[in-house]
């Protein structure tokens, strides 16, 4: 049996990409999700999945946040949060300040402070729960690099969001542990997804990369096995080219950036 059978799940941004996969493989598991986005084609996608509650939200706002735990509160005891949704653009260093002061707006607004209001909402009903799980995707930009291309200089704001992540993963891990809440990031290379195939003309992958970019399923099977392999406070990652696996447990000192 699964171990996220009859558990309630709310995953962000589940509308495409990694995480409709997601949304979908814990429902295939066995779980109540409560899956959300900003796009309102969520309610479409998910229409006859009876294991998907769905709700059109945005987290970065916080008028939209507390309803979406109140949602998945009617399906049962809050065990699990994916915090998934998460924006990308180019944001080069010498762009006129106004514009950077917009695009902080945008890209901290959802993949840092919308983060934080979730999973501050959430926190107190894991903890009455008797512990669950928090998940924050993440990218592979934050470990050791195995090939060129990470961190790339034109998305300074994307790049710092993550490496922000870092600080929330292991500060909550470390504090939560104590109320059987653990607390990962999911950190992952080229993985197919709307956002990616955005980079390139007419959404076209360059030779060598369209035959190995990984498939959001990969992912989302390797959250599944992170969640039934209970560690905390660790960044696991996944690379192009490599088996989509849950690793061995990192030194103390490896956990967040290897």
């Given at each position: ?150 961190n790339p200089p034109g998305t300074d704001l994307y790049n710092a969001s993550k490496w922000a992540l870092n600080g929330f993963t292991d500060a909550w891990a470390k504090y939560l542990q104590p109320h059987n809440i653990r607390v990962n990031g999911l ?72």
């Amino acid at each position: 049996m699964s171990i996220v059978k009859n558990k309630v799940a709310i995953v962000s941004g589940a509308a495409q990409g990694i995480g409709r996969s997601i949304a979908e493989t814990l429902a295939e598991a066995g779980a109540k999700v409560l899956a959300f986005d900003v796009q309102p084609q969520i309610e479409e996608i998910f229409a006859d999945n009876a294991s998907i509650t769905t709700l059109v939200a945005d987290v970065s706002q916080r008028a939209d946040v507390e309803p979406v735990i109140d949602a998945a509160l009617k399906l049962g005891d809050l065990d699990i949060l994916i915090n998934n949704a998460g924006r990308w653009k180019q944001t080069p260093v010498d762009s006129p300040w106004e514009q950077a002061l917009e695009d902080w707006d945008t890209i901290m607004d959802t993949n840092l402070k919308g983060v934080l209001m979730l999973s501050r909402a959430a926190v107190p009903h894991l903890q009455a729960s008797g512990g669950g799980d928090i998940i924050n995707l993440s990218t592979y930009y934050v470990l050791p690099a195995k090939s060129a291309g990470t961190n790339p200089p034109g998305t300074d704001l994307y790049n710092a969001s993550k490496w922000a992540l870092n600080g929330f993963t292991d500060a909550w891990a470390k504090y939560l542990q104590p109320h059987n809440i653990r607390v990962n990031g999911l950190c992952m290379g080229a993985t197919d997804t709307p956002m990616l195939r955005g980079l390139f003309p007419n959404g076209e992958y360059p030779p060598g990369l369209k035959e190995t970019v990984m498939p959001p399923s990969a992912i989302a099977q390797q959250l599944l096995a992170l969640l039934e392999d209970g560690r905390s406070g660790e960044n696991v990652g996944a690379w192009v080219g490599e088996p989509v696996v849950i690793p061995e447990p990192a030194a103390a000192h490896k956990r967040i950036t290897g």
